[in-house]
């Protein structure tokens, strides 16, 4: 079973560039001339009718008069054209194609037709195409420049991927004089095929990247973005960089909650989630990769500076404590070390000044006491323009000393010409360096980014709590009998019973017609009340002011009623009034007034936020956003990002609030979310919380039908756990095999049954030789996307501690109802019928996602593999190309 299906984008051994030419201007001929001046490693040849000869080397009809077999099609021909070369190329195996032509969906309708005809082309006949309208793929340490730029990159350790390729030239070109070297460049341009979550799947394996660059506009397909990332981001830092932050139009949006979450924040949070690190700027993108290149690890966030000027520290300490980084207090112990090497007057603290005329041993001797000081994570040293200052010897000196420890150690030296030998030497060792404080306290800053964020990316939660299960059912009855009638707006009572079912403590309404009526729920519920209007067509009741809350009497019940209805049929005279909602009024006694909202984002789905609630919601500015499912780590840290989460200790004889019970309704929206993809905006506001309990007092809810090709999750950018999928099935010999989806904790789980396998069974898996796992394919196993691909493992409990005895998993082609599977059970466990039982599960799950046909490659070896697919009834056949496989297959 393959990891990744476009490894022939980067590493082809023939490739074939069709339209090439000797006219000017002409792209497929530019792309031909590149593969040949960057010294490929494989073979090239041009593919043109026109002609018998390009660039001085032979030129062929078509690949029938090629007759070689090629890995890589480069095509930059007219856009109709190229559906027909596909074919062509899939009638000779090709299985990876650039397309730099471009005539396609960004020309209009026609365009449009073009690029769907390209996309079916390529899914009959198996291509993996990236395209068109691209600049292409280059792979430094292969020697393929398969674009049509003509500079091959320095080779290094840094990929970048970007969804423009005027951007990625631009970025290369800046990259060439700072000595930036890459291991993979990918232009995208318009992804009909080939999108990020594929070219990241494939990063996240390859040993020659330790860091990734996106420059990012947009996302097609936010599920399989996000699969990748999370992948990718698992096992080396990625490095985002967003395009169009603040668009110009604006999303219309039923609820406050709706309007104020813009989308740049939905994907900052999103990348919070992935594990991904997000920058502002292009240039911040290799602040980054410097960062991260340098293989160093962020234990925390505290920092040193070293300076020779009190400037230059003055403004790295307020940037560093702006960016959340804390300012080292060094032990007595490194005080003392300081006080000894540094002048009299040196700064006695926290930046380290060591006086202009500070000389190269002097800043060794600082540097030195720093890194060794166990509360110092992470080391800045600066140096500015000084009458006697030695920058190269400096250089020397930090650069031997950083030799020394594994902490983070970054420069800024300030200045052009009289630093270039000294930036020249920092980046000749891999110290990364920048020319001002603020650039590379942002750089350190990133590092703290990552750390905070990789803690959330190993959160794997599921759409359901295990204790108070919600009336998911009973819910969406509610939902379905509001859009019965026409009506997308759920009424206060509506909305109130949904949260109930969904076992979120809210206030009792009660709908009155009358002004008698309104006294009768008034006695019934307990004075003193709230009074609100109810209106289906009046989204924000505080518009009509339509809300009186402490109402004590019956004269002042009737008096309300009327005011309410008369005042919002004065002010809205088009709106329908239903009556008046009459509620408890819940106690003011220490509490905090909170919001929580659910929002749809068009790419990455629903979105909750959370923040300060009240009519001033709006002004304060106050939230955090998270993707769900949520857990309780993921609530904690939103909730830590607010400002109103000060608010929630001891203060002012006020005691701290419940933030269990808050945590609990979070985890319950979260829930709600999950389960009912018919909430498209939600908000409770305010949501008020005090010591003993945090209740629901306001909510409104805007539905509509789920699409019916969707399946439960579909609507969201994470797949939660699915749970559901867990089952306990007795084994013939009496033992109970639990059979369960992987998670990303199984890790080690992981590692243990394969380094149990014999060799022969390693083999038989895998198709080669291994020992274990590699750290990347542990990842890859261990960290899935439920929807596209699945991981059943079947372990068995003794003792409280599971034991894996045989996994079994598929992983769905793109655009098709096809999926790939592998499965191994250990050798103990051989022939007690648990290969059998995972398959069965298995295809169970291909076939309720909709897959229709499961195909794998067995060894012809394995015979006992080949009797189980042959007992589950899959069809076997000799692959043409290599007799030692089988190619297995079954209609599901």
Known sequence: MRLTDVDQLFVPDNVAVFGASDGEGSVAGMVYRNLLAADFKGQCYAINPKYDEVAGRPCYKDLAALDKHIDLALIATPAQHVAGILDQCGDYGVRA?????????????????????????????????????????????????????????????????????????????????????????????????????????????????????????????????????????????????????????????????????GEMEVFSAAMERSGGVIVERLWQLFAAAQVFGAGRPFAGNRLAIVTNGGGPGVLAADRAVEQGLALAQFTDQTREVLSKALPAHWSHGNPVDVIGDASAERYRAAVDACLADENVDCLLVLLSPMATWQPTAVAEQVIEAAKKSRKPVLTCWMGEDRVAEAHALFSQHGIPHLDSPDLVIDAISYLAQHRRNQGLLVQSPGPLSQQLTPDVEGARLIIEGVMAEGRKILGTIEAKAILSAFRIPTTQAVLSRSPNEALMAAQALGFPVVMKISSPDILHKSDVDGVRLGLNDAQTIRRAYTELVERAGRLRPEARIDGVTVEHMVPTRAARELMVGVARDPIFGPVISFGAGGTDMEVLGDRALGLPPLNAFIIQTMI????????????????????????????????????????????????????????????????????????????????????????????????????????PEDAE??????????????????????????????????????????????????????????????????????????????????????????????????????????????????????????SLGFRIETDRHDPSIKLVSAVL
Request: net charge positive; proline share 5%; hydrophobic share 45%.
């Open 97 to 261: 194609a650039v397309i730099h032509s471009a005539g396609f969906a960004e020309h209009g309708e026609r365009g449009s037709v073009l690029q769907e005809r390209l996309v079916e082309a390529a899914r009959r006949n198996r291509i993996r195409v990236l395209g068109p309208n691209c600049l292409g793929v280059m792979r430094p340490s292969h020697g393929l420049n398969a674009s049509f730029h003509n500079a091959m990159p320095k080779r290094g350790n840094v990929a970048l991927v970007s969804q423009s390729g005027a951007i990625c030239a631009a970025m290369l070109d800046w990259a060439a004089p700072r000595n930036v070297g890459f291991s993979t460049v990918v232009s995208m341009g318009a992804a009909a095929d080939v999108d990020f979550g594929d070219v990241l799947d494939y990063l996240a394996l390859d040993s020659q990247t330790q860091s990734i660059l996106l420059y990012v506009e947009g996302i097609r397909d936010a599920r399989r973005f996000m699969s990748g990332l999370r992948a990718a981001a698992r096992l080396k830092p990625v490095i985002v960089v967003k395009g169009g932050r603040h668009p110009a139009g604006s999303r219309a949006a039923m609820s406050h909650t709706g309007a104020f979450v």
């Open 640 to 743: 830590e990002h607010t400002r109103v989460a000060r608010l929630m200790g001891a203060f002012s004889h006020m005691p701290p609030m419940n933030r269990q019970a808050l945590s609990r309704i979070l985890q319950r929206v979260s829930e709600m979310v999950c389960e009912l993809p018919e909430i498209l905006e939600m908000e409770i506001n305010p949501l008020i919380g005090n010591d003993l309990e945090v209740i629901a007092v306001d909510a409104r809810i805007r539905v509509a039908y789920r699409p019916p090709q969707q399946s439960l999750y579909g609507h969201m950018a994470i797949h939660p756990y699915p749970q559901h999928l867990i089952e306990r099935v007795p084994l013939p010999d009496g033992t109970d095999l639990i059979i369960r989806p992987i998670r």
């Open 749 to 870: 789980l992981e590692q243990s049954f394969v380094r149990g396998l014999s060799e022969q069974t390693k083999y038989f898996r895998f198709m080669q030789a291994i020992k274990e796992l590699t750290p990347e394919m542990l990842v890859r196993f261990t960290q899935i996307d439920y929807d596209r691909e699945m991981a059943l493992v079947g372990v068995i409990e003794d003792g409280g501690q599971e034991t894996e005895v045989g996994v079994a998993r598929y992983m769905s082609r793109p655009g098709g109802d096809t999926c790939e599977f592998a499965i191994v059970v250990s050798d103990a466990s051989s022939g007690r019928g648990i290969g059998a039982r995972l398959m069965r599960s298995l295809m169970q799950n291909a076939r309720n996602k909709g897959l229709r046909i499961m195909e794998g490659e067995v060894l012809t070896a394995n015979h006992r593999m080949l009797a189980l697919m042959k």
